[in-house]
């Protein structure tokens, strides 16, 4: 049981590039989510996710695109990617319980040179 | 959702009993508080959550007043590998909301 597995753990890319970082959860779970964090900041939402083929905009969505075509995986798209994007994103999972705790994986540090 | 005020940062010393406070005053009455913990490069992992009155499992104790506008928890005897960022949430994620909004956390430091 793998949990929430992130791929890829690191990545370059330089201003304009695009790329997909992959979530993938084998829980079952119905909620997924995306955050970034930056240094010396908290974790800031990007996209979530309450079901497959659903997505909902959160904190800070803006340059950012997300599919959830399969229960198991959601996907973060960068179209045209800015320095201002480099940070580290974790993406989390929950199960649909009430106040269900968030698992999560162990993140993809991004560089946007 | 419940904005959350927290100290930046805390120092500790080994053995010692250390309480985080979390303020949350427009929390809802669907509201749960839940806290997580992260260490440097992984991802955070959950703690403890409550709703109201005292909470306690094998890692720490949650205390929560009557009136649920602030949160304490309690880390028993701390040791160094506690040193990591401390998360409290508030919301009733699961339901209708599913928003989960972290706050800037609060770094405990512990020494020797």
């Known amino acids: 049981n793998a949990g929430v597995t992130q791929t890829p753990k690191f990545r370059v890319l330089k201003t304009g590039q695009s790329m997909t970082l992959l979530c993938a959860q084998d829980?079952?779970?119905?909620?997924m989510y995306w955050y970034r964090q930056d240094p010396g900041m908290g974790l800031r939402l990007i996209h979530y996710?309450?079901?497959?083929?659903?997505?909902a905009k959160g904190e800070v969505p803006d340059g950012y695109n997300v599919s959830r075509l399969k229960k198991q995986n959601f996907l973060l798209g960068l179209e045209s990617a800015a320095p201002s994007q480099t940070s580290v994103y974790f993406c989390a999972s929950s199960s649909r319980q009430l106040n269900e705790k968030l698992f999560f994986g162990s993140g993809t540090q991004l560089s946007v040179l | 959702l419940a904005k959350t005020t927290q100290p930046i940062s805390m120092d500790s010393y080994e053995g010692q009993e250390v309480n985080i406070t979390c303020s949350h005053n427009n929390i809802a009455t669907n509201d749960y508080i839940t806290w997580y913990q992260q260490f440097p490069s992984q991802g955070p992992r959950f703690i403890i959550q409550g709703y109201k009155t005292k909470v306690t499992n094998e890692v720490a104790s949650l205390f929560i007043p009557a009136d649920r506008k602030s949160s304490t928890l309690s880390l028993p005897r701390v040791s160094l590998s506690d040193t990591a960022v401390y998360y409290c949430?508030?919301?009733?994620?699961?339901?209708?909301?599913?928003?989960?909004?972290f706050g800037t956390g609060t770094l405990l430091a512990v020494q020797p």
């Open positions: 996710s309450v079901g497959e083929g659903t997505t």
């Open positions: 829980m079952n779970h119905e909620y």
């Open positions: 949430l508030v919301g009733d994620y699961g339901g209708a909301t599913n928003k989960l909004i």
